[in-house]
């Protein structure tokens, strides 16, 4: 059987870790993953769910001794592992990067299209 306490803490430490790494601040662990969204994979967040319907039994006396305490480190640690490997700042440079390559794309675009009005029209 797993500690509440132990349960609080893990979920404390990952709400801490998806505030650093994806600015989610507010809300419970579901909540912040749900912020997070498509930036993180399909098994943090399936891992993310074991771990929040862990917290939801340990509220319930019954089930409580149903909690499957592998499962749930298991989970901490996939997760926990995931988000200590997020670097922010190389993330933000690709997002920037992205951005600007975008922009160049679209005016390299723009001049090729008035250099070929221009053509068409036979002022060039």
């Known amino acids: 059987m797993i500690d509440a306490k132990e349960l609080e803490r893990k979920q404390a430490e990952l709400e801490r870790l998806l505030e650093e790494k994806f600015g989610a601040a507010s809300g419970d662990l579901r909540a912040r993953m749900r912020k997070v969204g498509r930036r993180v994979p399909k098994r943090i967040h399936a891992a993310a769910r074991v771990l929040s319907e862990a917290r939801l039994q340990e509220q319930h006396p019954k089930l409580r001794q149903f909690i499957d305490v592998s499962a749930v480190n ?33 005016l390299l675009m723009a001049l090729a299209l008035l250099l070929g009005v221009l053509m068409w029209r036979g002022l060039l």
Not at 74 to 100: E, F, N, P, S, W
């Open 74 to 106: 298991r989970a901490y640690v996939d997760i926990r592992r995931h988000l200590k490997t997020i670097d922010v700042a190389y993330r933000r440079k690709g997002a920037v990067l992205g951005v600007l390559g975008g922009l160049s794309f679209n």
